[in-house]
């Protein structure tokens, strides 16, 4: 998937094709090689970078799973009728109440 989204770029499928065209000795003006290389060089780079957004974005979705929230349901028990508990944000589903305190 990151190989096509490194495809979107139109200047490296420019240098794909002019390496695959380099192939040929009627056409060619230099080795395939000095196209490959470069776009190759680009391509790898493009995609550690991706790899590295990935990561970060990962990271961040484990410590927004694991923040803790207090949730709101109903009880016979309580005063009021309802009662907080506190659960991870991972665990919520839609349509759940949580209580926000100030700073939360």
């Known amino acids: 998937m990151t190989l096509l989204l490194q495809m ?13 065209m380099q192939t040929f000795p009627a056409i060619s003006t230099n080795t395939p090689l000095a196209s490959l290389i470069p776009v190759s060089y680009v391509i790898i ?3 550690a970078l991706e790899a590295v957004a990935d990561l970060r974005r990962w990271s ?5 799973n694991k923040q803790r929230l207090k949730k709101v ?4 028990k309580a ?4 009662e907080y508990i506190e659960v991870c944000s991972k665990d919520l ?3 759940e109440i949580i209580k ?3 700073g939360s």
């Open 100 to 102: 926000l305190d100030n």
């Open 8 to 20: 979107k770029n139109v200047i490296n499928i420019f240098y794909i094709v002019n390496g695959i």
């Open 60 to 64: 961040n979705d484990r410590m927004t």
């Open 45 to 47: 780079l493009g995609m």
């Open 93 to 95: 589903h839609v349509g």
């Open 73 to 76: 349901i109903k009880s016979d």
């Open 79 to 82: 005063a009021k009728g309802i």
